[in-house]
């Protein structure tokens, strides 16, 4: 459990001095401040335009930061060799990926938390101090960085660096068209087509499922209940990832 | 008794559906406490293979590999043991001491012996003037003596050193040496690779000659040179390996 702990605070503290996520955290930050410069809007439609601004940079700077840092946790690791001085160490190799997770997490949560802080920090200043609304749309993207985190992280168990990133970049882009996805297989009649439509469906995390922000920026209501619902359900989905990656880096050979 | 050994190990690498590189081929040692143990052989020969094996990086096609009794994966095994990779790679973005602490914490040492101890091995390896560097900026001997350090942490019973000198200058090279001889004084077990002959020669006490993944030869040196009629260890080396390479060349011809 320490031993998690100390590899968890060592990939933190890689984050730190590398600075390459500093760079997609300054674009975020560039972003959400630019969102206020429409001015010629009235104050409403403002408003809306920096919450809706804001959250989607949130959530894309934060999947980036989220797949790069998890890319560097594993995969780098191996790819530099610097594994060798660990896995030698008394450690076990469920230490190590549970560790890595422990650290991806805190570097997307401490990002993720700078990023929102200055998001409300704008929405104080603009006198529309963030509401419920705000907090359910900011809980679920934050459960979708930590996931797509976690992916990634999988992946590094048994991809190569460059494998890796288009695969979780398709897996974002794809994990978030899924809504449309389930359109189209509704309506296609070939069984075995909807078959695996279907399959590919459940198998693709479900991204989109947690983007609640365009029903919250035109003022819908999203209960408690299916943000209750969304989170278990990227929980469950990053156990199983986390399983994934526990059994594939225990035979890896490095 | 041996206090590290090979039965029969071997690994092949699988590279396609028909390529299959031999990493090592049915290798036996036995290692004794308190020798310093060469393993000697060209490039390629499978010397890192055989470390990585030991220490459960790579698994065994077959045959098995023990240290202290203990299979690679086990943690307690683990405690008592400091490996130097070839041409180690670091945290390079943490200084000595820090990765030092690291390390450190990962054998569950507490703090104020981990900082005793920091403290020797910088002064040990003659670092404790970088001591602010971070390790991007260090020269490769530089490197290679922070990983001496590093592998000496936990103050093991057996060290496993991967090619520990090939980046070192010839005064780098004599202080290991030294080293090696003063930790075997404290009755440590030392299991090193190498392709330095003269290196071999100066400090171990017995040593096995690898080739295309095979144990060619293995015992002390003034024994092996009698039994091969060889004048010293480069004359043994190249008896032993153009022997083999020969045996090689007829069996192979021998399929064709
Ligand atoms: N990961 C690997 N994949 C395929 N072949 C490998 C791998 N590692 C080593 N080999 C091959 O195994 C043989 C032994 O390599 P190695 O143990 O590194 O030799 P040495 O350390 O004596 O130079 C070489 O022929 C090398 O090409
Ligand atoms: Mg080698």
Known sequence: MKKMWLIGVNTFRESIRKKTLYIILI???????????????????????IKDVSFSAIEFFGALIAIFASLAAIS????????????????????FVIGKFFGVSMIIFVNFILATAF??????????????????????????????????????????????????????????LTSYGKQLIERTENIIVKGLADMLYTLVPN??????????????????????????????YMCVALFIALYFFEKREI | MAIIETK???????????????????????????????????????????????????????????????PPYDIEMKQHVGFLPENPYYYDYLNGPELLRFYASLYSMDSDKADKRIEELLELVELKDA???????????????????????????????????????PIGCRDTRNLLLRLKEQGKTILLSSHFLSEVERVCDRIAIFHRGHLLATGTLDGLNKQYQAENLEDLFVKTICAFDTEFAAKTGERK
């Not at chain 1, 959400?32 to 809007?41: H, T, V």
């Not at chain 2, 090592?24 to 060469?38: R, S, T």
Request: hydrophobic content about 45%; some cysteine.
């Open chain 2, 8 to 70: 029969q190990l071997t690994k092949h690498y699988i590279l396609g559906k028909k390529k299959v590189v031999v990493g090592l081929e049915n290798v036996d040692l036995e290692i004794n406490q308190g020798e310093i143990f060469g393993i000697l052989g060209p490039n390629g020969s499978g010397k890192t293979t055989c470390l990585k094996l030991l220490l459960g990086i790579l698994f065994p096609t077959s045959g098995e590999a023990n240290i202290m009794g203990k």
């Open chain 1, 27 to 49: 674009f975020a930050l560039i972003v959400i401040g630019a969102s206020k410069l429409f001015s010629f809007l009235t104050a409403e439609e403002e408003l809306k335009m």
């Open chain 1, 207 to 236: 991204y989109e499922n947690f983007n609640i922000r365009d029903k919250i920026v035109v003022g819908l209501n999203v209960s408690w209940g299916y943000v209750g619902y969304t989170i278990a359900y990227g929980i469950l």
């Open chain 2, 131 to 169: 001591k602010r560097l971070a390790l991007r900026h260090y020269s490769k001997g530089m490197l290679e003596r922070i990983g001496l350090a590093a592998s000496l942490i936990n103050d093991p019973e057996i060290l496993i050193l991967d090619e520990p000198t090939t980046g070192l200058d």
């Open chain 1, 76 to 95: 780098t690791e191996i790819e530099r060799r610097t594994i060798y001085t660990l896995l030698t160490k008394p450690i076990r190799r469920s230490d």
């Open chain 1, 119 to 176: 998001f409300i920090g704008l929405l104080i200043f603009k006198k529309s101090p963030p509401n419920m609304d705000v907090f359910k749309t900011l809980l679920l993207i934050f459960f979708e960085l930590i996931l797509i985190g976690g992916i990634t992280l999988a992946l590094g168990t048994f991809t190569s660096d460059a494998f890796n990133i288009i695969c979780s970049f398709f897996l974002y882009i794809v994990g978030h």
